[in-house]
């Protein structure tokens, strides 16, 4: 299969690591990935801000990127991205007058993936340690951002695989389906409130008994991981895919910065046989 991927502006900017994990995983499983260029943001904090005009150019670079690729179907490591792209974007593009430009977002996000429901519903992996060699021996909990909750409908998908890695010590999260208090610029606008939330997010974590916590979107682990660095909390973020990504061979690292080795392809032979750097 030909899948097309979204990295979206978060884990591009920031945590590119994710989206190559994600590219690890699907070619693990035999597909070949591929990057439209052009490729930006969903438009997301334009319109969450209530600027629909402000978007419309970012909705068209996002359906201009997609439809002149050829693909099956595409895949984005962030349900936050995935919702807006089915929630948002058409229903923007025919607040302003472009019928057109409506359709075309739709039909791109009718194609869209979030990483969760390709891999259990499109390509069939429901055991990560059988099916992708998956090894992570570490006490992890999982975090459910609310757009995955709540606007795709994701339920356990994401918990499943992370359960389903080899050697992992899952521990379940107490008020898991309590925000985390970032969503996006609600974080800017209110930053008590959202700190509030943070915190109480970092007191559950804790009260699992795990030492990293996960989830299936770079925006909310990065707002935990931003508090849990303030507060100086012993708890660590990791996406989901990072999880799915390590093996026995080449193992997520979690002391200091949680990291995945992700050489080069020339470099592979070598990093794998002289360990993570």
Not at 66 to 73: A, L, P, S
Not at 101 to 120: G, K
Not at 235 to 250: C, D, G, M, P, Y
């Amino acid at each position: 299969m030909r899948i097309a991927l979204f990295a979206t502006c978060i884990v591009d900017a920031m945590y590119p690591k994710v989206a190559l994990a994600t590219v690890r995983v699907l070619e693990r499983l035999g597909h070949e990935v591929v990057f439209p260029q052009g490729q930006g943001c969903c438009s997301q904090m334009h319109v969450n801000s209530g600027y629909f005009e402000d978007a419309m150019p970012v909705i068209r670079n996002h359906v201009k990127a997609f439809t002149e690729v050829e693909y099956d179907v595409a895949v984005a490591p962030s349900g936050s991205c995935v919702a807006s792209l089915g929630h948002q974007q058409p229903m923007v593009a025919r607040k302003c007058g472009d019928d057109l430009l409506a359709e075309q977002a739709a039909d791109v996000a009718a194609t869209t993936y979030e990483l969760s429901e390709l891999l259990i519903d499109v390509l069939g992996v429901t055991d990560a340690a059988e099916q992708l060699g998956s090894w992570f021996p570490e006490t992890v909990t999982y975090h459910p951002s609310c757009h995955g909750m709540r606007l795709l409908n994701l339920g356990d998908r994401q918990k499943d695989l992370v359960k389903s890695v080899g050697g992992i010590d899952y521990r379940e999260l107490p008020d898991a389906e309590e925000c985390c208090g970032f969503g996006g610029t609600f974080s800017f606008k209110n930053p008590d409130v959202s700190g509030a939330m943070a915190e109480a997010k970092l007191r559950n974590i804790e009260a699992s008994g795990a030492s990293l916590c996960t989830g299936g979107d770079s925006s909310c682990l990065m707002h935990l991981g931003g508090a849990a660095s303030k507060w100086k909390a012993p708890v660590r973020t990791v996406h989901f895919v990072e999880i799915l990504a390590s093996t026995k061979e080449n193992p997520l690292v979690v002391e200091g910065p949680v990291e995945l080795s992700i050489p080069a392809q020339g470099a592979r032979a070598a990093s794998n046989a002289g360990g993570n750097r």
